[in-house]
């Protein structure tokens, strides 16, 4: 088959970004070695957070994050690692996640087999009277997901505790084909999504994009959304969003 020159599937327009695994581009950080990290979402392209991918492929491959910069949550995608979070280490299969709080370095380091990480950042924004979140870990498969509005075929799973002293929120949504969410959503929260399974559409404000497992979507506050999934599997997704703070600073 002939490839098709000078052709990709992602977009990058002011308020959102469709970012597809064909385009992904190496980075290199201080602390990340023998890892494939991918930066495919920054405030380079006016997020108020970043996104990383790592694959951890090699022998000796480690990612370390210190303490006292963001916090952040992982989410394996695939494979197993062996997690560090100040002074606790935890083995997390695929499906395990990790809250981190900026006061804890992160550590993470493939566990036998090769592994795939999601990582969100930000920096952590207090709130009068709230103590910051310590960090812990957790197993997606052990919060059962909530029908959406009523709607049993397209189940919302919280990985993070719903208390004020948060100031993000990680969840998954998985639909059956043919869910939709119910609207077209327009709100103050940014977005950050990557597709774990399955194929849909997504419309960002005036667009529409097929999307399927490995793509990543940023989407800006105030950016209208929308969500169909497709084909004979279920779709699902992690996203980050900012929540639970003053709109005005």
């Not at 480690?62 to 949550?73: D, G």
């Not at 997390?92 to 566990?111: M, Q, R, W």
């Not at 800006?220 to 959304?225: L, S, V």
Request: hydrophobic letters at 45%.
């Amino acid at each position: 088959m002939i490839p098709l020159f000078g052709q990709t599937r992602t977009r990058i327009k002011p308020r959102h970004a469709l970012i597809a695994p064909d385009g992904h581009v190496i980075s290199t950080l201080p602390g990340v070695e023998k890892v494939r990290l991918t930066a495919l979402i920054t405030p380079a392209m006016g997020a108020g957070f970043a996104q990383l991918g790592l694959a951890f492929e090699e022998a000796g491959g480690v990612a370390r994050f210190p303490a006292h910069l963001h916090e952040a949550v992982i989410y394996v995608t695939a494979g197993a690692i062996q997690c560090k979070v100040g002074k606790t280490v935890e083995s997390l299969e695929a499906g395990g996640f990790a809250y981190v709080s900026e006061n804890d370095a992160l550590e993470i380091a493939p566990s036998k087999t090769p592994a795939l990480v999601t990582l969100f950042q930000k920096k952590y924004v207090p709130s009068p009277g709230l103590s910051a979140p310590a960090s812990f870990f957790g197993l997606s498969k052990k919060i059962m997901g909530q029908p959406f509005l009523g709607n049993p075929k397209a189940l919302l799973q919280v990985l993070l505790p719903d208390i004020p002293s948060f100031d993000l929120a990680v969840n998954i949504f998985t639909y059956q084909p043919g869910a939709t969410l119910p609207f077209v959503e327009t709100h103050v929260m940014e977005h950050g999504l990557l597709m774990l399974s399955g194929q849909g559409v997504y419309r960002l404000e005036d667009e529409w994009y097929p999307v399927a497992a490995g793509d990543v979507i940023w989407m800006a506050p105030f950016c209208p959304q929308w969500f169909v999934a497709m084909g004979d599997e279920p779709a699902s997704y992690l996203y980050y969003k900012d929540v639970n703070r003053p709109l005005l600073s």
